[in-house]
């Protein structure tokens, strides 16, 4: 270890990990502790460190970094936009350091994009504290968006809006994230939904957290939904491929086309890392044990009165 760096943080993995036994878990070294608080929904830590940036940390658990955000970023915002044939009503559930929000308002078609964060704090210390993220909080001044702070659970289960492209840039199933898990969850969202529309949502790490994409995907069938998934690879998600849960109320609900994804990319003359209509199309082929454990493990994901009782 580099003696100047005296601290070193560890991912509290028992919380977001759940296979039984000893776990492995990511940790790096820390240069500076930028901003702690803990707040009603959970304790906010942002890190600075040589390899990976700045770092947020939602209750011991890494959200995101500075130095491989763009790749998690760039899949869950243009996967579903350049999926839909002509996208106007976006609403992004979580997301406070804004990243999801930037990418999406890149698309210049969009007329309204909303917004829905539970915890205010989050949304400001990333603005002070990793504004590289989310253009210095300008993305916030945008016309087109509209930020809501409260919980996403009881904004869909009451708002009248309705959406092309639903993104669910939500934690893990615990804390202010567990509600976004379940059937009730889905089966509201489902009444959000424009004729042709899309939803994606994290869907964990499946080496180490097998299963989780699986509830997912049955939860939005059972809400009448055509379910796929995609993965792709961020190095900070400690565990190699990294699910995305994708649904769609269309009758085909398969992947657009290469050359309708190509026309649709070149229109709208946005500049990626990560993103590309190949890289679209081959994020939706599994490896077969991914592919296994999606089906092997689908079920029913448990009510909100059985969390409560669990």
Known sequence: MNPTHSAVFHENAHSIYPLPGSKAFQGFEVNEKLFEAQTPFQHISIYSNDALGKILVLDG???ITTRDEFIYQEMMAHVPLFSHSEPENVLIIGGGDGGILR???RHKSLKKVMMVEIDQVVIDACVKHMPEINDGGTIYKDPRTELIVRDAAEYIRETDARFDVVIIDSTDPIGPGEKLF????YAALAR????????ITQGGVPFFQPGEAAVTLSALQEAGLNTHACITAVPTYYGGYMTLGFATNTQNGSVPAREILHKRFDAAGIQTRQYSPEIHMAAFVLPPW?????TSSQQPTITTKERAAS
């Open 61 to 63: 658990a890494v959200q």
């Open 103 to 105: 990418e999406v308002l």
């Open 182 to 185: 379940t059937t009730e969850f």
């Open 192 to 199: 959000t939904l424009k004729p042709e529309a899309y939803v």
């Open 290 to 294: 991914i592919e296994a454990d999606i």
